[in-house]
């Protein structure tokens, strides 16, 4: 599958043509008809993330951006999340709290709270997070960074924000299909409340292309899909050379990970996933 700017308009055009239109996660809980949500992790690269609201927003999408809280530091980020706002979209926090403090509960309650107050102050109310997903890191006395909105302290704390992978269906008293573009290819995500705990990955459909996926949520229910806006491209050329330097990067990952002490290193790079 090629993630080109153009493919994702004509994705969003079918869907407006057939009146499913886009509502921020926020704003489900308040909905009763069936819903569409389009979800984004952003984890850098900002304008990248403006070029695939601006493409929502001209078919009457609003969608859900998560961002990484180290985005928030340039100015320029932050006004570009502004102009986004306006468009409709809901600007919230993509967290890893749990990894970033290495599973200290304490430590990663204070991080949040931060980066919160941080996101509140520049305009951008937190009513839904989502947690990410760090591919390569040892963790040790915790599976992943969905254990922080698990733990009935940061519920009691927040109990006004919920994360998408953990107490949404939940608090939002809904169920919905999960897609995402993770590995750079959509498929379903079976039980994504709990496949960090229980591989469920073989359970997963997988998809050709967006053709299919929207015929999928045609068939469906409700359902959030999820993408990285950093992947996508201007043209087939640029995200074809970007998607070999993917391969290179993970394949060699792969094999460094069968080195003794390998992963404990690696993961103190973790971040520089968060790159490609």
């Known amino acids: 599958m090629i993630f080109e700017y153009k493919k994702w308009d004509e994705f969003c055009k079918k869907l407006y043509d057939v009146g499913m239109v886009s509502i921020p996660a926020c704003e489900v809980a308040d909905v009763q008809d069936r819903y ?27 969608g859900s951006f998560y961002v990484q809280a180290y985005l928030m530091q340039d100015e320029k980020n932050i006004a570009l999340l502004k102009q ?8 919230s926090y993509h967290y890893d709290v749990m990894d970033s403090n290495k599973g200290n ?12 107050r941080i996101f509140e102050q520049n305009g951008f109310p937190i009513v839904t997070v989502c947690q990410h997903g760090n591919p390569v890191i040892e ?5 992943s960074n969905r254990d922080f909105f698990r733990s009935e302290k940061v519920q009691a704390l927040y109990p006004e924000i919920s994360d998408i992978m953990v107490n949404f269906k939940v608090q939002a008293h809904t169920d919905y299909t999960y897609y995402s573009d993770a590995g750079r290819k959509f498929s379903t995500i079976y039980d994504p409340i709990n496949n960090d705990i229980v591989n469920s990955d073989d359970k997963n459909i997988k998809y050709e292309d967006l053709n299919e996926v929207f015929a999928a949520l045609q068939a469906g ?23 070999g330097i993917f391969k290179i990067v993970k394949g060699t990952a792969k094999l460094l990970l069968h080195i003794p002490g390998m992963k404990k290193l690696m993961g103190r790079y973790y971040y520089l996933a968060k790159k490609i």
Do not use: C
């Open 36 to 62: 569409l949500v389009l979800k984004h992790d952003v984890e850098t690269d900002v304008p990248r993330a403006v070029e695939l609201a601006k493409i929502e927003h001209r078919y009457g999408h609003r």
């Open 84 to 91: 986004m706002q306006a468009m409709g979209h809901e600007i």
């Open 105 to 116: 509960l304490e430590g990663a309650i204070a991080e949040f709270e931060q980066n919160r």
């Open 139 to 143: 963790r040790v006395g915790y599976t």
């Open 221 to 243: 229910e409700n359902a959030i899909l999820s993408t990285h806006p950093h992947r996508w491209t201007e043209s087939a050329f640029e995200y074809t050379v970007k998607n």
